[in-house]
């Protein structure tokens, strides 16, 4: 691969590791201390033990590397090694050849059997590993293939680290759960439950429903569950206790146009929860979208954005509403907070001229609002 430097990773005995994270390190000029990564994540030696990354082309100048095993036998725990570019050593001269001494971790078997709270077995349940501690602080990622369970809700994983392992369990008809087993261990029997639920309507601020969106819920950063709002209401099922995050999507098509609500709550073990949603009231801005000749642009597409937050053309900023204009060129933005906006359209010739902007002061209802795009655009 031309416009790239080689680092080639290899054990005790040169033979080539597959698997071994390499990363960039960025050492500081003055204490020379070489612990910051570059990046978040590092590349993985591929089946000859090497990565060829034009990140590399510069390592002379931009510090060092760390060299960590792979997960499969144990990651930090079973070797990681700094390597400092040598002095003097010329660019061009070939892959760089680390060598770093592993030791593979003990392993033992993992086994279980997962069961409903009546005591029947679970068949098709996903059981993944999601890290093992070894000793009092060692721990890595496992990249042990998820297992799943048997008939008679039977799960095993040949061969893990010995120490102590997290699991994330999931089943479509349960509540997920994460337990933390220890191995090797007695065969033990994993309970999951059908969790808790939450039904409702999701409504305007009007109390009227919305039809056009989407409700999921989020956990540490892990979707549990998704609902659209069918008529106007939405059914999540199989929801773990704890702290959660809701998050409610409408589509363009809304009356409330494409905008996100987020809503933080907390569920207890098994409730079965019967409540709406209502949207916020806040302040509704209206007007005209027009070409620099004054004639209106219809079925212009329009964004709103709190004055201060930076928008990408391609991405859906969280606290961003778009409208789309009427057959007139008529908009509306309906129950915006309070406070300072930007409104920007035509979005559809974002990449063919410049947009039209509006800053304004949305402290009450206003109608006839005039965005004049900067010049025509062609669809």
Partial sequence: MPGCRVVKVVDGKGKPIVGAEVSLLDCDAETQDCSNPILSRGWLTDRSGRV?????????????????APDSIGGRCAGVKHWRHPKGLRRGTGPIVVKLDVAPLPTARLEGRIVSSDGRPIAGA????????????CSFGSDEAPSTSSASGQFSFAAVARGKATLQINHADFAPRTISAAVPSEPAEIVLNEGASWEGRMLDPDRRPITDCKVSVRAGGTVLAVSPCSGGRFSLRHLPAGEMEVAVRTEEQSPLGARMLTIKTGIVGNEHRVRDVSW??????????????????????????????????SEFHPKEVVVRADGSGHFTFRHLTSGPWVIEGDLRGVLKGKLGKLDVEALTDREGLRLVVPRPQEY
């Fill in 126 to 137: 996903t059981i993944a590993i999601e890290s093992v501690v070894v000793g009092d602080r």
């Fill in 52 to 68: 060829c990354r034009e990140e590399l082309m510069d390592l002379d100048q931009r510090g060092a590397l760390e060299i960590i």
């Fill in 280 to 313: 916020p009231k806040g302040v509704t801005l209206g007007g005209t979208i027009v070409d620099q000749n004054g004639t209106p642009i219809p079925e212009a597409r329009l964004s709103a954005l709190p004055r201060g937050l930076d928008r990408l053309p």
